[in-house]
């Protein structure tokens, strides 16, 4: 078992105490955190969204020339409603070798390793910088990290290269599936359920599109593309939410669904939506607009996630393998932060302490073995690539 200092371990209790569900402000958080590097001669620079109620907060260690080594995870962390805790989940406990909280897998647990390492990166006499980048809003759409990059762009110095935090259970990622978001309403006519005729079923041309994106997912599963490095090894297609109608004696003139889209890197989903929307543009439409001509569909498309397909062939990934010894970068089907940063032309790997399985959960944990060796590896990889 690899301990790690009591120094990190401090730091998960501090930012697991800190509520940061994605929907309130993560900046008592940050402001703590600018605080500590404050304290140690750091200058934060803080990036606020447009409420002024989140921000990034963006630091460089070391040289403040040349571009470095950015260090990046993002500070909010899912809800706990309806979630049955043993514990409370913004109380950090430890039992059985394990840290249970909300974050402390997802991922409070790597930002705690960067925080605690600060003094000793400090005082080491680093060639190159290393740039500390904690985001808002990665769990409801990577907002904070979109920004933050915004900024990277008119700064002297960009990251030469980054490692997203994420859990991995400490193995080096170098691949990760995209995401699109797509939310449908359905525009039809109210009426008598007696007369369904005159009327048109917003509910059943949902549920039909809805079926349309079942045999979609069944086929992409059956049929591919795909690729055996990723768990499921093809593009997914899911409907999540669906609402429509008020009382079974009468036509329901609205229903509107979401679905998602997590995609091969190869895969483009705007591909996956067209063939959707020309199934309702020339099969459901006609019949509806010919009893209603303002019946029909409304589209919103949300800004995916792009996918991460980083070469293996870059330092970043050549000294994070040697140090973990990965023989083989390996995939992950959910989205990060990484697909945008190496987009940005950043190249980019995901590696961190814990296991996804373990996050989003109820008794959310992180083994504590999985902290210390977060530690080793960030040390060594600071001393490769800013080092002498
Ligand atoms: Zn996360």
């Not at 809800?79 to 991922?107: I, Y």
């Not at 960067?114 to 060639?127: E, F, M, S, Y």
């Not at 669904?257 to 705007?270: A, M, N």
């Amino acid at each position: 078992m690899t301990a790690p200092t009591r120094r990190t371990t401090e730091f998960i209790r501090d930012l697991v105490g800190f509520d940061t569900v994605s929907r309130k402000s993560n900046l008592a958080l940050i402001e703590f955190v600018r605080d500590y590097l404050s304290g140690l001669g750091v200058e934060s620079r803080l990036i606020h969204d447009e409420t002024g109620k989140k921000a990034n907060l963006y630091a460089t260690l070391g040289p403040q020339e040349g571009s470095g080594l950015m260090l990046s995870g993002h500070t909010d962390v899912v809800p706990v409603d309806g979630q049955d805790w043993s514990t409370d989940p913004f109380t950090l406990t430890e039992r059985d070798g394990k840290l249970f909280g909300r974050g402390a897998c997802d991922m409070k647990g790597f930002i705690a390793v960067v925080l605690a390492l600060v003094p000793d990166i400090l005082g080491r006499d680093l060639q190159r910088p290393v740039h500390l980048a904690f985001t808002y809003d990665e769990e409801v759409g990577c907002f904070g990290a979109r920004r933050l990059i915004e900024q990277l762009e008119h700064m002297p110095q960009r990251p030469a290269c980054c490692v997203v935090g994420e859990p991995t259970g400490m193995t080096v990622v170098n691949g990760h599936k995209g995401k699109m978001t797509v939310h449908c309403h359905v525009r039809g006519l109210e009426g008598h359920s007696a007369h369904i005729d005159k009327a048109v079923n917003a509910v059943e041309a949902a549920a039909e599109l809805v079926a349309f994106l079942k045999a979609m997912a069944r086929r992409l599963k059956n049929e591919g593309p795909h690729d055996g490095d990723f768990d499921p090894p093809y593009t997914t297609v899911h409907t999540g939410v669906m609402g429509g109608g008020t009382a079974l004696n009468i036509v329901p003139r609205e229903c509107s669904f979401e679905f998602e889209i997590r995609h091969l890197p190869e895969q483009d989903p705007g591909d996956l939506v067209l063939e959707l929307k020309d199934f309702a543009k020339n099969s459901l439409l006609p019949e509806m607009r010919a009893v209603s001509p303002e019946s029909g569909f409304t589209w919103e498309e949300f800004r995916g996630i792009p996918p991460l397909a980083a070469d293996d062939d870059t330092d970043i990934v050549r000294h994070a393998m040697s140090i973990t010894g990965d023989n083989k970068a390996g995939k992950i089907s959910f989205g990060t932060e990484a697909g945008l940063y190496q987009r940005a032309s950043i190249p980019t790997i995901v590696c961190g302490p814990g296991h996804i399985a373990q996050a989003h959960k109820p008794d959310e944990y992180v083994e504590i073995d999985q902290i210390g060796r977060c530690e080793s590896f960030l040390n060594s990889l600071i001393d490769r690539l800013c080092g002498a």
